[in-house]
Nanobody, 109 residues
């Protein structure tokens, strides 16, 4: 199982980013992928679970973030809209207990 998150960057409040998590070494279509984030000085937080059918969100991102998957491309996505400074964190994807390398999102004016 290998996962690689990418797509982070620096944006201003109210802007959007789309994160991607590329999966390899397993059949993505049979597994869920979790998105997590860890802000400076805080514990890692689960924010979305992209299940094989359906997506769950934490209260902190529901209505602003949208998860999706493209099994043919072996990739899951996290569309993040209306980003706020409190969304600043390193974002990770996880499946079957394996963590991908994180990608940094910085939201600042």
């Amino acid at each position: 199982v290998q996962l690689q998150a990418f797509g982070g960057g620096s944006v201003q409040p109210g802007e959007s980013l789309r994160l991607s998590c590329a999966a390899s070494g397993f059949a993505l279509e049979y597994y869920g992928i979790g998105w997590f984030r860890q802000a400076p000085g805080k514990e890692r937080e689960g924010i979305s679970c992209i299940r094989t059918s359906g997506v769950d969100y934490s209260n902190s991102v529901r209505g602003r973030f949208t998860g999706s998957r493209d099994n043919a491309k072996r990739t899951v996505y996290l569309q993040m809209n209306n980003l706020q400074p409190e969304d600043t964190a390193v974002y990770y994807c996880n499946s079957q207990g394996q963590w991908g390398q994180g990608t940094l999102v910085t939201v600042s004016s």
